[in-house]
Nanobody, 120 residues
Framework: QVQLVESGGGLVQSGGSLRLSCVAS????????MGWYRQTPGKQRELVAS???????NYAESVKGRSTISRVNAKNTVYLEMNSLNPEDTAVYYC??????????????WGQGTQVTVAS
C-alpha cells in the first residue's frame, strides 16, 4: 500500500508564500493525475491544482497565476508552491493520486493533510 505524506503547511502572513510537499512511499511515475485539494470546515474538498504524468497542469481559478504544481518522479514527490497567500487560502491541504504504482491500481489515494493558516 502506497502512502502519501504531506508537509510544508503552517502559519504564514497574508502575502506570504509556502511550498507544500507530498512524498509517496512508492513510485509515482504511474500516477496520473496527482493533485492538491483543500478543505475548510463545513465545506466540500475542492481541487486546487493537478498535474498529469506528462506534466500537464490544471489550476482552480482562485489560485491560478499565483500557484505552481510540479512533480519529481525520481523523488516520488509532488509540490505545490503558493504565493500571495490570503486568509481565504486557509484550509487543510490534501495530496491525491490516481493510477498505478507498480502493478497496483489506486483509484483515489489520499494523504493525511497539512494545515495552512494565513493570518491577515
Amino acid at each position: 500500500q502506497v502512502q502519501l505524506v504531506e508537509s510544508g503547511g503552517g502559519l504564514v502572513q497574508s502575502g506570504g508564500s509556502l511550498r507544500l510537499s507530498c512524498v509517496a512511499s512508492g513510485s509515482i511515475s504511474g500516477f496520473t493525475p496527482m493533485g492538491w485539494y483543500r478543505q475548510t470546515p463545513g465545506k466540500q474538498r475542492e481541487l486546487v491544482a493537478s498535474i498529469t504524468s506528462d506534466g500537464s497542469t490544471n489550476y482552480a481559478e482562485s489560485v491560478k497565476g499565483r500557484s505552481t504544481i510540479s512533480r519529481v518522479n525520481a523523488k516520488n514527490t509532488v509540490y505545490l508552491e503558493m504565493n500571495s497567500l490570503n486568509p481565504e487560502d486557509t484550509a487543510v491541504y490534501y495530496c491525491n493520486a490516481r493510477g498505478f504504482s507498480g502493478i497496483r491500481y489506486y483509484s483515489s489515494l489520499w494523504g493525511q493533510g497539512t494545515q495552512v493558516t494565513v493570518a491577515s
